[in-house]
């Protein structure tokens, strides 16, 4: 089993697409179609369901994923090893983050980490399915680490390390009656209409559960996947949204109210797969957090 048959099977497993993959990896079509085949004759399974208008895993497929994208980074890893004690640090780093972190300065960290790696490709990635979805991508080896939140209790397979956390706090519109007040309880939160974002976001993660905890019900009005979107919505007075302090330092024309008498707490923290060794590039860059925070 060669590596560039299971680097050409992951480009069609995540483009779906024999085209797409091939122009992905720079290779003619037939190139990554004989190479697909060859791969299936020598599992003696099929990879892939073809027809005219789909490609779609097969169960052996789905199966296959993991260990293959597992075998490319052991293989990756080896290389910058010899790479970094002949050369210094080189390889690619893929990084997933929510769409804020906080007071974690990612992009001062990655312009820190590219200034003393010079010679690793770092791509980042912003998931729109947030925490959970960064999750999933750091288990399934699409990501080497990921910034994220997550409550509770932390997903088997992931190794967490906290960065930071701060409150989340309640923003309203400037005529809202909530606004002259500065502070409220869940209680008196539990009636107004809430602007949210999708579950598997670690801030709606946060308020949900803290409403179950209280045996209170709300009702989402409206899901959004970006702060200023949300802000828009609830300075036009459409509801009230729950948004990390250092985010709605950010926002105009709409007014932050602190949440009485416990702070809902919003953690940040930094994740890597718990089953597979770290690339050198991965451990440069959590030890690059280390020293920063």
Do not use: K
Not at 93 to 118: E, K, N, W, Y
Not at 132 to 149: H, K
Not at 162 to 179: D, G, M, Q, T
Not at 205 to 228: I, K, N, P
């Amino acid at each position: 089993m060669e590596l560039r048959h299971l680097e050409y099977f992951i480009a069609v497993a995540e483009e779906l697409s024999f085209t797409r993959a091939s122009r992905r990896l720079h290779v003619v079509q037939s190139g990554v179609s004989s190479a697909i085949q060859g791969l299936e004759r020598e599992l003696g399974a099929a990879l892939f369901d073809r027809d005219r208008h789909r490609v779609t895993l097969t169960e052996a497929g789905r199966a296959l994923l993991p260990e293959a994208r597992a075998t490319l980074a052991a293989a990756q890893a080896a290389a910058e090893a010899v790479a970094e004690a002949t050369a210094g640090l080189r390889g690619t780093l893929s990084i997933g983050t929510m769409i804020a972190t906080g007071p974690v300065d990612v992009p001062a960290l990655l312009g820190r980490f590219h200034q003393q790696h010079p010679g690793v490709l770092v791509r980042l990635r912003v998931a729109p399915g947030g925490s959970a979805e960064l999750a999933r991508q750091v288990l399934s080896g699409e990501l080497d680490l990921a910034f994220l939140s997550l409550p509770g209790v932390t997903p088997a397979g992931l190794a967490v390390r906290p960065l930071a956390h701060e409150p989340l706090v309640v923003i309203c519109a400037r005529e809202h009656p909530l606004a002259s007040a500065g502070r409220a309880t869940l209680e008196a939160l539990a009636h107004e209409p809430f602007i949210d974002f999708p579950t598997g976001w670690g801030t709606r993660t946060v308020v949900d559960r803290a409403f179950a905890a209280a045996g209170l019900d709300r009702q989402v009005s409206f899901e959004v996947s970006e702060y200023r979107t949300a802000a828009a919505l609830v300075r036009n007075g459409l509801g009230v949204a729950f948004v990390p302090s250092s985010a709605a330092a950010g926002l105009d024309d709409v007014v932050p109210v602190q949440v009485m008498p416990t702070p809902l707490n919003w953690r940040i923290m930094v994740a890597t797969a718990a089953s597979r060794r770290p690339s050198a590039a991965a451990r440069a860059f959590v030890a690059e957090l280390a020293t920063s925070g």
